[in-house]
């Protein structure tokens, strides 16, 4: 009985980390997303955040994004953050990148 409550609580734990990974995943697949539509858009992004959704594998993911600077005038800094939420309270996914000024 001892065993088979030890294999329970493993594979519990398994099935935890999984679900756990594909969020993750799916949540970068959607950042990564944002900015190659950003990318192809050929714009630059101000310093307040631009707010979005996208559907992907059946759920809705909210994203948002903004420009910073940086210590080049050539470049600016763009963060993307994607939630489950609407509220952007919980933060799954997160990337930054660069992007050259007109």
């Known amino acids: ?3 088979g ?3 329970m ?3 519990t734990e398994n099935i935890s980390s999984l679900s756990y990974l594909e969020e993750k995943t799916f949540a970068n697949w959607v950042a990564e997303n944002t900015l190659v539509e950003l990318k192809a858009a050929d714009t630059v992004p101000k310093k307040s955040w631009r ?3 996208q559907e992907l594998a ?3 993911w ?3 994004y903004k420009g910073e600077s940086t ?3 050539d470049f600016v800094a763009v963060t993307v953050e994607v939630t489950t939420d609407a509220a952007y309270k919980y933060r799954v ?3 930054v990148t660069y992007v050259l000024r007109k």
Do not use: F, H, I, P
């Open 51 to 53: 707010t979005g959704k």
């Open 71 to 73: 210590t080049s005038s």
């Open 58 to 60: 059946g759920r809705e």
């Open 62 to 64: 909210y994203w948002r």
């Open 9 to 11: 609580k493993v594979a």
């Open 5 to 7: 409550l030890a294999v």
């Open 93 to 95: 996914g997160y990337l």
């Open 1 to 3: 009985a001892t065993a």
